[in-house]
């Protein structure tokens, strides 16, 4: 895979992880203040799989530039990517090293616990 695609892929999955955060927020209540259910991790989850951590990573920034962009303020970027960042390399480091340990859904856990 060229450098071209793999970067159109990758945006693409910035596109959906935002797509899923804005969507997120909008339609369903926080379960308590400063948390989410975390859909558009589960795009962060399929970037690991198929690019690695790195790409993991990048996806989670961009969903939060963007994100931030469409409708939030620069705490809620600082944090929201913060906590994202710790979660995708979280999951980047239980798919490599537990990865017939835990499922997919495991490893979601692990993120979302992180």
């Not at 693409?12 to 948390?35: D, I, K, N, R």
């Amino acid at each position: 895979m060229s450098r071209t695609q793999k970067l159109a892929k990758i945006s693409v999955l910035v596109a959906m992880a935002t797509t899923l955060h804005t969507l997120e927020s909008a339609c369903l209540p926080p379960v308590f203040p400063g948390a989410r259910i975390g859909l558009a991790n589960s795009i962060t989850l399929i970037a690991i799989i198929l690019f690695g951590t790195k790409a993991g990573v990048v996806v989670v920034i961009g969903r939060g530039i963007l994100t931030t962009m469409l409708r939030g303020t620069i705490v809620g970027f600082i944090l929201g990517t913060s906590g994202g960042i710790v979660a995708a390399i979280t999951m980047g480091m239980a798919y490599k090293i537990g990865r017939r340990l835990f499922s997919l859904v495991g490893i979601s856990i692990i993120g979302a616990v992180a």
